[in-house]
């Protein structure tokens, strides 16, 4: 129970400071849309068969594009003041501090997304509203395997220079059959139609992709942070 | 077609080759400068050292 | 002694690419259906054995130095993915010569060239973290999990991606397909060539290795000049 609370007091503690802020929310949901508009002068975009086949890959490159921003600030919030040492020194395990702050990034995250979707719809006229639970289990399976990754890595980046350049070149790689899988079924059920037999490839991909990389990431971020 | 084959796989051949002795070489080039590096970082602390 | 050994492997593996390139031209016949260009997979194919043979050891290595924390395990990881990524580059630009004589594209999104695509990217990555940390026991840790967090990641890629699209051939070799599909020559020419390029890796990857201890021993020379 006291790794939960652990866990829970840092969650608590990102999510209260960026929502004192809102810094990278408002740089993610504003880059989020620059991206939105950019793609709109990519093809044509009036023919609805188009932008039904391309709507999962546009909506998940937008979700990875703000998401980097909102990942990036994860660790990096914690170096003014020596902020990072005291957490490393504090009883808290390394692992608990790592899925404190992931379980912080995964919510900001969620809420872009959500905000996102929306005007996704509105701007490109698309009906995504049709499969909502099975759009909805993708997106929350999706998004724990960048959040996974993005802190993991962010840890990783933190004390670097170009940390900024570094992390969206490191995870995007790793995230691409997360990103894949995410796209595939989001573009089905987003034109309205069930995952069938093929497809449930990709479902097993996203849940086994979180199960392993979850893992790895709990195993080595005792060694990432302390050494 | 035939003749094209083995211009082709001449080029596929000579690419991967070429791919690898860049590499080599590449190897080589950092070697030796490695080398006079490490040379003149002794020379220099035990230019520094000699007088204590 | 490291002299002779590296003397050594370098002749055994130049005989024995001279030996493979000698069987490749004058005793096999030219395939049926692609003529001579074919002979480029025996160096393709053996490439790609090669490369993920080095990175799959470089992951290995990242695990034995978070474990043991020798650094030999950190020079010998760098050294693998650099020769890796030699040889991955080697498979690319084979591969797309065969693919612009058989497909007329240089160029396809398919299974396995994008997989070696997104690899190259990986451990390019890897390499690039490795420049962007200075303190040698901070970029020997963290390099350490990114190499086995890229290994992960290579490995679902290659399953993901060929999912999602093949153009590429079906594999052709005994291991995969339980044999009748390749003529025996041909087959253990691959193996042959397989061989011989292992070899070679490993003489480029002892070369980099004590290039590595060089550039140690410059960073340690270093900070004794300006303690100075």
């Not at chain 1, 570094?166 to 309205?192: E, K």
Request: glycine content about 4%; proline content about 3%.
């Amino acid at each position: 129970m006291r790794y939960a609370s652990q866990c829970w007091t840092i969650a608590t503690k990102d999510l209260r400071s960026e929502f004192r802020t809102k810094e990278s929310l408002n740089a993610a949901i504003a880059f989020a849309l620059v991206v939105l508009v950019l793609f709109s002068f990519t093809a044509d975009i009036t023919n609805p068969e188009l932008i039904y086949e391309m709507s999962g890959g546009l909506l998940w490159l937008v979700y990875a594009f703000a998401g980097t921003l909102v990942l990036n600030r994860s660790f990096a919030r914690e170096l003014p003041n020596d902020a990072l040492d005291v957490l490393i020194a504090s009883p808290a395990p390394g692992s608990a501090i790592f899925l404190g702050k992931a379980v912080a990034n995964y919510l900001l995250l969620l809420l872009i997304e959500l905000i996102c979707l929306p005007i996704f719809g509105i701007l490109y006229n698309v009906r995504w509203e049709r499969n909502i639970p099975w759009l909805v289990a993708v997106i929350l399976l999706a998004t724990w395997g960048m959040t996974v990754i993005g802190t993991a890595f962010s840890a990783l980046t933190v004390n670097l220079r170009l940390r900024e350049l570094m992390l969206p070149t490191l995870i995007y790689p790793m995230l691409i059959p997360a990103l894949m899988a995410a796209m595939r079924l989001s573009t089905v059920l987003i034109s309205g139609e069930a995952i069938t037999g093929n497809d449930w490839i990709w479902f097993r991909l996203l849940i086994g992709f979180d199960i392993i990389f979850t893992s790895l990431a709990l195993l080595l971020v005792e060694v990432i942070l302390v050494g | 077609m035939d003749n094209r084959n083995f211009t082709y796989m001449f080029y596929g051949f000579a690419a991967a080759w070429t791919i690898l002795a860049l590499y080599v070489v590449t190897l080589a080039l950092r070697e030796s400068r490695l080398k006079t590096l490490v040379d003149t970082l002794r020379h220099m602390i035990d230019d520094k050292e000699k007088p204590q | 002694m490291r002299q002779k050994i590296l003397i050594a492997l370098g002749l055994i593996s130049a005989a024995w690419l001279v030996r493979n390139l000698s069987v490749m031209f004058l005793q096999l016949p030219d395939e049926r259906d692609q003529d001579a260009i074919y002979r480029i997979l025996f160096f393709h194919v053996p490439s790609w054995f090669t490369c993920f043979t080095a990175y799959a050891l470089a992951g290995f290595a990242s695990i034995f130095y978070l474990v043991k924390k020798n650094t030999v395990y950190d020079t010998f990881a760098v050294s693998a993915v650099e020769v890796g990524l030699a040889f991955t580059l080697v498979g690319l630009a084979t591969g797309s010569i065969w693919a612009r004589i058989i497909w007329g594209i240089w160029w396809t999104w398919d299974a396995r060239l994008t997989w070696a695509l997104i690899t190259c990217i990986v451990y390019m990555g890897y390499l690039m973290l490795r420049n962007a940390i200075d303190d040698p026991t901070l970029r020997a840790k963290n390099s350490a999990v990114l190499c086995i967090f890229a290994f992960a990641s290579v490995v679902i890629t290659y399953k993901s991606i060929e999912w999602w699209r093949t153009q590429h051939p079906a594999p052709v070799l005994d291991f995969r397909t339980g044999g009748g599909n390749i003529d025996p020559a041909m087959q253990s020419m691959i193996y042959h060539n397989f061989g011989a390029l292992l070899l070679l890796a490993s003489l480029l990857v002892l070369v980099r290795m004590r290039q590595e201890d060089f550039l140690r021993q410059l960073e340690s020379l270093r900070r004794r000049a300006h303690a100075h």
